[in-house]
């Protein structure tokens, strides 16, 4: 079954299955690509300076380490994305993120990320 999995205040879609009545959580590669590119910018904010190459693995160590250390959830760096929209525009975007309890922002950087990694075949 399908999902909706926030982690350290990110947003994914995973898949949930039960297979040997164990449960068990997939998250689809590109959802991990973003979530890493997201914990790279992320955990700067919150005092760790994470390198390009360090893993999934060890970002999420981080990232649970910092949270176990504060009351709440990590989240994006607030920012006023500098852009314009025609109202109907925004009013799509607003409506979208409300969906899947996003800030139209967090939405925007998501899906220029995803179109990022589609045409450059990598994480930004």
Request: net charge negative.
């Amino acid at each position: 079954m399908k999902y909706n999995l926030n982690l350290f205040g990110y947003t994914i879609d995973c898949h949930v299955t039960f297979p040997d009545g164990k449960m068990h959580i997939e998250i689809a590669e590109e959802d991990q690509t973003s979530l890493r590119a997201y914990l790279l910018r992320v955990l700067v904010k919150y005092g760790r300076e994470p390198g390009s190459k360090d893993s999934l693995e060890s970002l999420i160590q981080d990232a649970i380490e910092i949270e176990k250390g504060m009351s709440g959830h990590l989240s994006e760096p607030k920012l006023k994305l500098p852009y314009e929209f025609q109202p109907d525009i925004k009013e799509k975007l607003i409506e979208a993120a409300e969906l899947q309890e996003m800030s139209a922002t967090q939405l925007l950087i998501r899906l220029i990320e995803r179109k990022h990694q589609s045409v450059f075949g990598k994480e930004g």
